[in-house]
């Protein structure tokens, strides 16, 4: 028999690494510039852990492109050209060359040090902020759950008010959208209620582990206004692929305008004496979703930041007052008020996300839906088709019993709709 010589092998396997490699990096190409693109940089951090990657890239490539070519050489040159060289006796065998191993053995060292220095600079500086950014800095702490993110802002003080009226101090958090001053340094603590999460924001920073009864932290600045997307990077469960996030970037003034906004209490919309008397209107009907439909549209996600901007205003058709007022009231006797806290409505829950002005924001459900009232209808008809084991579906629909019926809904999609 005689066996597969050496060179239909090799090209063999040279065509099959070329294939893949193509593969790979046409479709490298494609994503280069998608929303969790980390070739695509927006900031100072991930720009320079960027650099550090092609560092480390080029030096891998070198010593790839060295050893490969010695060992292909050797590979050619010594191979058995016929019958008798396949059956030969191996070559005087020996214990080396000191001079080249000496020589590999330093040139290795090199290749590491040349990676380590920058590395361990880079460690350093996405560790802190760094010093002189400190007096310029905005500091908000992230929370992870299963599976959605908070944001607190301790250095803001929002509103709230009793069931008298009288307004007063309360602590301000959101959900699922961070909403960061642009070409400012934002300290960000991580924190986490429950398993271990990770908090990525691909084109702002690397990731950073939220671990329990640990506080870690990261910081990350925006070079503009921008919308960008973010992730759990740390398997945390079985929703644990749609727990994601939106970072929404603003300038000062723009930034300044949604914090004093967000530290309103809710949105009331008047029930109108004129109205009193119309008849009201049937409920909507609601398009039904294929499980895992896409829940964002082309538009949407074509120009988010247009997108969340135009959520921010409160000049908003289609509203009916009677029904936002059903809403609000059913929001308490389903229960939905255990979990959420809507400022300035007496809701105090503080299982799930604070909604005071979940309509302002331009996705739900830890930023998988665009936040519509048809994908809202969505998420609080069928939560577990949405994010499969959710609290909101296990602990509360299930526990509780909860039924809703198709106005109950309509009048809770309205209400949350009008929490701008
Ligand atoms: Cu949280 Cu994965």
Same mark, same amino acid.
């Given at each position: 028999m005689r066996l597969p010589t050496f060179p239909t092998r090799f090209t063999r396997f040279a065509r099959a690494a070329a294939a893949l490699a193509a593969v790979g990096l046409l479709s490298g190409c494609y994503w280069l510039d998608g929303p969790q693109s980390t070739f695509d940089p927006s900031g100072p951090v991930a720009r320079r852990q960027q650099d550090l990657f092609y560092l480390t890239c080029w030096v %891998? $490539?070198?010593? =790839?492109?060295?050893?490969? %070519?010695v060992l292909a050489y050797a590979m050619i040159k010594f191979r058995a050209r016929s019958e008798a060289d396949q059956h030969a006796e191996p070559p005087p065998q020996g214990h080396g060359n000191p001079l080249v191993e000496m020589s590999l053995i330093g040139a290795s060292v090199l290749a590491l040090v040349v990676i380590a220095i920058p590395t361990l600079k880079e460690i350093w500086y996405s560790y802190d902020l760094p010093v002189e950014e400190k007096a310029n800095s905005y500091e908000i702490t992230a929370t992870g759950y299963q599976w959605w993110f908070k944001f607190d802002y301790p250095n803001e003080t929002a509103k709230t008010a009793d069931n008298t009226g009288k307004v007063m101090n309360a602590p301000f958090s959101t959900a699922n959208e961070l909403v960061i001053p642009a070409g400012r340094p934002v300290q960000i603590n991580l924190r986490t209620v429950d398993v271990i999460? %990770? =908090?990525?924001? /691909? &084109? $702002?920073? +690397? &990731? *950073? #582990?939220?671990m329990p009864n @640990?506080? !870690?932290? $990261?910081? *990350?600045?925006? #070079? &503009? /206004? +921008?919308?960008?997307?973010g992730q759990c990077a740390e398997f945390c469960g079985e929703s644990h692929a749609v727990m994601r996030f939106r970072v929404i970037a603003l300038g000062p003034r723009d930034f300044n305008n949604w *914090? !004093?906004?967000?530290?309103?209490i809710a949105r009331r919309v008047p029930v109108a004496p004129a109205d009193a008397g119309k008849p009201r209107a049937q409920f909507a009907a609601y398009r039904t979703f294929r499980r895992n439909e896409a829940g964002s549209s082309d538009e949407f996600d074509r120009a988010p930041l247009d997108s969340w901007r135009r959520m921010q205003s409160t000049d908003v058709a289609n509203e009916d007052p009677e029904l936002i007022a059903k809403g609000r009231e059913l929001f308490s006797t389903k229960t939905c008020s255990t979990c959420h806290t809507v400022r300035g409505d007496g809701y105090i829950g503080v299982v799930g996300p604070e909604l005071t002005h979940v309509g302002s924001r331009s996705t739900i459900a830890a930023g998988l839906l665009q936040n519509n009232r048809d994908? $809202?209808? @969505?998420?609080?008809?069928?939560p577990n088709e949405v &994010? /499969?084991? !959710?609290?909101?579906w296990v602990k509360g629909y299930i526990a509780n019993n909860i039924k809703l019926t198709p106005e109950d809904e309509d009048a809770l999609v309205n209400y949350l709709s009008s929490l701008k």
């Open positions: %891998s $490539l070198v010593i =790839f492109v060295i050893v490969g %070519s999460h %990770s =908090f990525w924001i /691909p &084109k $702002l920073a +690397g &990731k *950073v #582990d939220m @640990r506080g !870690n932290h $990261l910081w *990350v600045e925006a #070079d &503009k /206004p +921008g919308y960008f997307w *914090v !004093n906004a967000q530290m309103e994908e $809202l209808h @969505r998420w609080i008809h069928a &994010k /499969p084991g !959710n609290t909101m």
